[in-house]
């Protein structure tokens, strides 16, 4: 639907996919603390990799460092063959990001389409003004999410729901091959979640998107993706949901009992105080 | 009572007030939508800290008030970019800092001189040819710069985190920002006064989101009432004998006032009944 998405036959005409995203004993810490030690991993392009750890785990400086927003202390990082010290602009306009939600002022004189449009502004430039090929990725963009008929609607006066789909058409709009996703699903409902994740695994498969999706809730998206993350400022594990969520090494990281139950699309996960877990 | 607009200074005032509304008002639509207005307070205080040393040891006073106000801005943009601390700890020191300065430096003049006390509370009747040169200038060169980063000053004022992740050089335009904003202070400083300039850049942008739904709307509606309280203010001070600034911040703050018991966004409304469309269903 988007142009830059590969056929179908194209991609399984080439199944060895390359690594787009390289760590290698890369350490990212603040002036206060190490938020992620010695890690070291190759993404593939094509993958959809859930990014999984307790609070304050390192999980967003790790999207963090693939953006390019902070940079590792030893180690290095290397997104498209590109070490993440000389990511430019451009560079970054191929990663789409969801931020963690925040607030959004709702009284914020911003429609809809403005806000997809801003997904658009890194790659026309400075001193440039929108084209009609941008009108038309962001009309695009916004059907991809089921978002076109409130185009025109304040972004403040939708819900949390619709906020993080317009998010995603943003993300969508500079035609990324990374998108990264930071907690999409929380404080949205369960139905809408739901939603939300058929609607991102849609995406992956029909944009050949490379998914690094954070998440406290491991359950949610353990079904749908190729492969889990577990991080604990260092990396505890990365595999298939089936090899990460065994009660050796979630005890490990998150240091508490842990029941594992058998359900048809792989292991559930049962923390006995769960909602301290965050 | 026409005859007021035959005066020279009435017509220096009149040009001098619609410049300021207008370059005020459009930059403070990115000082209310980014929250900068303690940046502006703290700005509009070490300006005038420039002008009273100015007035001290014999300087140019528009140009230590663009010294003072763009190293506050310099400063606190540094301490911040390198974490050091928080901008509105740093804006908070300087405010108070700037203005013991001013004062020390007021009270160290061997006599009282009027003249600076314009620049605290705003005589706009005093403007010079020479001031309005400045203000004009100036005025277009502020207002050349936001239209030419205009969709990006946006972009950092909605999300400036999102905004560098995209792509966008987002810390150096914030700086570009500041700097702006500061100058428009500055210019402001003699016609408005140091006390009330920040008004005009918060208040005319304040009453206007109240009624705009996307920032172009923002944009002119806050120049109109920039400019529509800068001249009712210097009329109305003319003709009533008032001061000039304060005159010109009341009439802002009512049409605020207003703005807010009549805007269309703070009515209680029920739920939207646009349906959202499910995203299941959206699959195209």
Same mark, same amino acid.
């Given at each position: 639907?988007?142009?830059?998405?590969?056929?179908?036959?194209?991609?399984?005409?080439?199944?060895?996919?390359?690594?787009?995203?390289? &760590?290698?004993?890369?350490? &990212?810490?603040?002036?206060?603390?190490?938020? %992620?030690?010695?890690?070291?991993?190759?993404?593939?392009?094509?993958?959809? @990799?859930?990014?999984?750890?307790?609070?304050?785990?390192?999980?967003?400086?790790?999207?963090?460092?693939?953006?390019?927003?902070?940079?590792?202390?030893?180690?290095?990082?290397?997104?498209?063959?590109?070490?993440?010290?000389?990511?430019?602009?451009?560079?970054?306009?191929?990663?789409?990001?969801?931020?963690?939600?925040?607030?959004?002022?709702?009284?914020?004189?911003?429609?809809?389409?403005?806000? @997809?449009?801003?997904?658009?502004?890194?790659?026309?430039?400075?001193?440039?003004?929108?084209?009609?090929?941008?009108?038309?990725?962001?009309?695009?963009? %916004?059907?991809?999410?089921?978002?076109?008929?409130?185009?025109?609607?304040? &972004?403040?006066?939708?819900?949390?729901?619709?906020?993080?789909?317009? %998010?995603?058409?943003?993300?969508?709009?500079?035609?990324?091959?990374?998108?990264?996703?930071?907690?999409?699903?929380?404080?949205?409902?369960?139905?809408?979640?739901?939603?939300?994740?058929?609607?991102?695994?849609?995406?992956?498969?029909?944009?050949?998107?490379?998914?690094?999706?954070?998440?406290?809730?491991?359950?949610?998206?353990?079904?749908? @993706?190729?492969?889990?993350?577990?991080?604990?400022?260092?990396?505890?594990?990365?595999?298939?949901?089936?090899?990460?969520?065994?009660?050796?090494?979630?005890?490990?990281?998150?240091?508490?009992?842990?029941?594992?139950?058998?359900?048809?699309?792989?292991?559930?996960?049962?923390?006995?105080?769960?909602?301290?877990?965050? | 009572?026409?005859?007021?607009?035959?005066?020279?200074?009435?017509?220096?005032?009149?040009?001098?007030?619609?410049?300021?509304?207008?370059?005020?008002?459009?930059?403070?639509?990115?000082?209310?939508? #980014?929250?900068?207005?303690?940046?502006?307070?703290?700005?509009?205080?070490?300006?005038?800290?420039?002008?009273?040393?100015?007035?001290?040891?014999?300087?140019?006073?528009?140009?230590?008030?663009?010294?003072?106000?763009?190293?506050?801005?310099?400063?606190?943009?540094?301490?911040?970019?390198?974490?050091?601390?928080?901008?509105?700890?740093?804006?908070?020191?300087?405010?108070?800092?700037?203005?013991?300065?001013?004062?020390?430096?007021?009270?160290?003049?061997?006599?009282? +001189?009027?003249?600076?006390?314009?620049?605290?509370?705003?005589?706009?009747?005093?403007?010079?040819?020479?001031?309005?040169?400045?203000?004009?200038?100036?005025?277009?060169?502020?207002?050349?710069?936001?239209?030419?980063?205009?969709?990006?000053?946006?972009?950092?004022?909605?999300?400036?985190?999102?905004?560098?992740?995209?792509?966008?050089?987002?810390? +150096?335009?914030?700086?570009?920002?500041?700097?702006?904003?500061?100058?428009?202070?500055?210019?402001?400083?003699?016609?408005?006064?140091?006390?009330?300039?920040?008004?005009?850049?918060?208040?005319?942008?304040?009453?206007?989101?109240?009624?705009?739904?996307?920032?172009?709307?923002?944009?002119?509606?806050?120049?109109?009432?920039?400019?529509?309280?800068?001249?009712?203010?210097?009329?109305?001070?003319?003709?009533?004998?008032?001061?000039?600034?304060?005159?010109?911040?009341?009439?802002?703050?009512?049409?605020?006032?207003?703005?807010?018991?009549?805007?269309? #966004?703070?009515? #209680? #409304?029920?739920?939207?009944?646009?349906?959202?469309?499910?995203?299941?269903?959206?699959?195209?």
């Amino acid at each position: 639907m988007i142009d830059h998405a590969p056929q179908k036959s194209e991609r399984a005409a080439k199944p060895a996919s390359k690594p787009i995203i390289q &760590f290698s004993h890369a350490t &990212f810490a603040y002036p206060d603390r190490i938020a %992620l030690e010695d890690i070291t991993l190759d993404l593939m392009e094509g993958e959809f @990799v859930g990014v999984i750890g307790p609070n304050g785990s390192g999980k967003t400086t790790f999207l963090k460092g693939i953006l390019g927003l902070i940079l590792p202390v030893h180690g290095t990082l290397q997104i498209f063959d590109c070490a993440c010290e000389a990511l430019r602009c451009h560079h970054r306009a191929r990663i789409g990001y969801l931020p963690q939600k925040k607030l959004v002022d709702p009284h914020y004189p911003i429609t809809t389409w403005e806000v @997809v449009m801003m997904g658009r502004y890194g790659a026309i430039g400075l001193f440039h003004r929108p084209s009609q090929k941008d009108r038309e990725i962001v009309l695009e963009s %916004l059907q991809a999410v089921g978002m076109e008929p409130l185009r025109d609607a304040p &972004f403040g006066s939708l819900s949390g729901g619709q906020q993080q789909r317009v %998010l995603i058409a943003r993300a969508l709009a500079q035609r990324p091959e990374i998108l990264l996703l930071d907690e999409p699903t929380t404080g949205i409902d369960a139905t809408t979640q739901h939603h939300l994740i058929d609607l991102i695994r849609r995406l992956h498969q029909e944009y050949h998107l490379t998914i690094l999706f954070v998440t406290h809730d491991i359950n949610t998206i353990s079904p749908f @993706v190729d492969t889990l993350l577990l991080l604990n400022t260092r990396l505890y594990g990365k595999g298939t949901p089936r090899e990460i969520l065994t009660q050796e090494t979630l005890s490990q990281v998150y240091g508490k009992e842990i029941l594992l139950a058998e359900r048809e699309k792989g292991p559930y996960v049962i923390m006995n105080d769960y909602h301290h877990a965050g | 009572m026409f005859e007021m607009f035959s005066y020279g200074f009435m017509q220096r005032a009149l040009l001098a007030s619609f410049l300021i509304g207008l370059v005020c008002s459009v930059i403070g639509v990115f000082v209310v939508l #980014k929250g900068l207005s303690f940046i502006g307070a703290g700005t509009a205080h070490a300006a005038f800290a420039g002008v009273a040393l100015a007035f001290l040891i014999g300087a140019p006073p528009l140009l230590m008030a663009v010294i003072f106000g763009l190293s506050t801005v310099w400063i606190t943009g540094a301490l911040q970019q390198a974490g050091k601390m928080k901008p509105d700890v740093s804006i908070g020191i300087f405010y108070t800092l700037t203005m013991a300065l001013a004062i020390l430096f007021l009270g160290l003049m061997k006599a009282y +001189n009027p003249e600076v006390y314009g620049y605290l509370f705003g005589s706009i009747l005093s403007v010079t040819s020479s001031d309005l040169k400045v203000i004009l200038l100036l005025t277009l060169g502020i207002l050349l710069t936001i239209s030419l980063f205009f969709k990006e000053f946006h972009f950092i004022s909605f999300d400036q985190e999102m905004a560098e992740a995209s792509g966008i050089p987002a810390r +150096n335009l914030f700086f570009l920002l500041l700097n702006l904003i500061s100058l428009s202070i500055v210019i402001s400083l003699k016609a408005v006064g140091a006390i009330l300039v920040f008004a005009l850049l918060v208040i005319p942008a304040a009453a206007a989101e109240q009624w705009a739904n996307n920032m172009r709307s923002m944009m002119i509606y806050s120049a109109v009432l920039g400019v529509f309280s800068s001249w009712a203010g210097v009329i109305l001070s003319y003709w009533l004998d008032l001061p000039s600034g304060s005159t010109i911040v009341l009439i802002a703050a009512a049409i605020f006032f207003l703005s807010v018991l009549f805007s269309p #966004k703070r009515r #209680k #409304k029920p739920p939207s009944k646009t349906p959202a469309p499910e995203v299941g269903g959206a699959a195209a």
